[in-house]
T-cell receptor, first 111, second 114 residues
Framework: EDQVTQSPEALRLQEGESSSLNCSYTVSGLRGLFWYRQDPGKGPEFLFTLYSAGEEKEKERLKATLTKKESFLHITAPKPEDSATYLCAVPPGGGADGLTFGKGTHLIIQP | SAVISQKPSRDICQRGTSLTIQCQVDSQVTMMFWYRQQPGQSLTLIATANQGSEATYESGFVIDKFPISRPNLTFSTLTVSNMSPEDSSIYLC???????????FGPGTRLTVL
């Protein structure tokens, strides 16, 4: 069965304190791994898509990396506006449509 | 990326009634999806809505409870029927192409059932 597990569930950092969020996945035939940011009361906002092990993508203070079993979202020198829930998702195995989401990491950056 | 709007943005409904949620996209898209996000939880796919064919429902979701329409390539509706308090959730539509392509999400509809 497809599975996406994110850790930690919650993370509180001081402004400027770098850290990483983890997303481990189990799916037959990975067709992409997606990172989203979700602010309270809003829909998920797309951040990155990674397709193959070793791939990296960056956007401002965020960098996403991918291995054969997990993905990391690295946050460098975060600011309070980076506070949000970060979700990762994969398309299900077997060629089905839609996305299977992890439960997310709730990130709080304190000034 | 596509601009997606949903109506209503929120609603409070009585038990036993039905609510239809609209999803409008500013460009033609092949696939539209409906997700549910229960309080404090992540997103769960309800169904895939393709234009010109019946929606495909995920395990645990049935057409009688969540009928879906997809009359054209820019619009879809999800109806939550015979509601109970357990249906209180955020309902989100998303759009994408087939396979592993990126999905973009609407702002969501926050439903509270009393």
């Amino acid at each position: 069965e497809d599975q996406v597990t994110q850790s930690p569930e919650a993370l509180r950092l001081q402004e400027g304190e770098s850290s990483s969020l983890n997303c481990s996945y189990t799916v037959s035939g990975l067709r992409g791994l997606f990172w989203y940011r979700q602010d309270p009361g809003k829909g998920p906002e797309f951040l990155f898509t990674l397709y193959s092990a070793g791939e990296e993508k960056e956007k401002e203070r965020l960098k996403a990396t991918l291995t054969k079993k997990e993905s990391f979202l690295h946050i460098t020198a975060p600011k309070p506006e980076d506070s949000a829930t970060y979700l990762c998702a994969v398309p299900p195995g077997g060629g089905a449509d839609g996305l299977t989401f992890g439960k997310g990491t709730h990130l709080i950056i304190q000034p | 990326s596509a601009v997606i709007s949903q109506k209503p943005s929120r609603d409070i409904c009585q038990r036993g009634t039905s609510l239809t949620i609209q999803c409008q996209v500013d460009s033609q898209v092949t696939m539209m999806f409906w997700y549910r996000q229960q309080p404090g939880q992540s997103l769960t796919l309800i169904a895939t809505a393709n234009q010109g064919s019946e929606a495909t429902y995920e395990s645990g979701f049935v057409i009688d409870k969540f009928p879906i329409s997809r009359p054209n390539l820019t619009f879809s509706t999800l109806t939550v029927s015979n509601m109970s308090p357990e249906d209180s959730s955020i309902y989100l539509c998303s759009v994408g192409e087939a396979g592993g392509d990126t999905q973009y999400f609407g702002p969501g509809t926050r439903l509270t059932v009393l």
